[in-house]
């Protein structure tokens, strides 16, 4: 064995792993469709946390952005919208329509969050991209044992 395969016997399988790593987080796929019991659980927490008067395709669609969100990659929400809008409704009504009924349903999920998990998400709803994060945070500390 040369002093060449020895290198890169040590370094391929990291740049391997890595590669694998790399590809899982790559920018324009943002749909996690593949990881439906994180997704399940993700909607029965906005479930518990009071996100109860909601279309499906718009619990699916949030479920699908906080998992991203959790997973790490760069929440690039315009794309992500744009991906996610397969549910026969353009990107911009998708937007609208989950700011629609994230702020519908914001006052009772802030009060419960505060009840039960002692966090706040903010007086007032700022923001699908913003709300996305908060609510991946709270998830990830709180919401995976349940």
């Known amino acids: 064995m040369s002093e060449k395969d020895t290198v890169l016997g040590g370094i391929s399988p990291i740049f391997d792993k890595w590669n694998i790593v790399r590809e899982g987080k790559n920018e324009r796929n943002y749909v996690v469709s593949q990881n439906t019991e994180l997704q399940s659980k993700i909607k029965k927490f906005l479930m518990r946390i009071g996100f ?7 619990m699916n669609a949030l479920a699908n952005l906080i998992a991203v969100s959790l997973q790490g990659g760069r929440l690039k929400i315009g794309k992500a919208y744009a991906e996610l809008s397969h549910c026969n409704l353009s990107e911009d009504a998708l937007r609208t329509k989950i700011s629609y009924y994230i702020e519908k349903n914001y006052v009772n999920m802030r009060d419960s969050v505060s009840a039960k998990f002692n966090c706040s998400l903010g007086q007032h709803f700022s923001g699908n991209k913003n709300f996305i994060v908060k609510l991946s945070s709270v998830f990830e ?3 995976q044992d349940e």
């Open 52 to 58: 109860v008067e909601v279309p499906i395709d718009v």
């Open 141 to 143: 500390v709180f919401g």
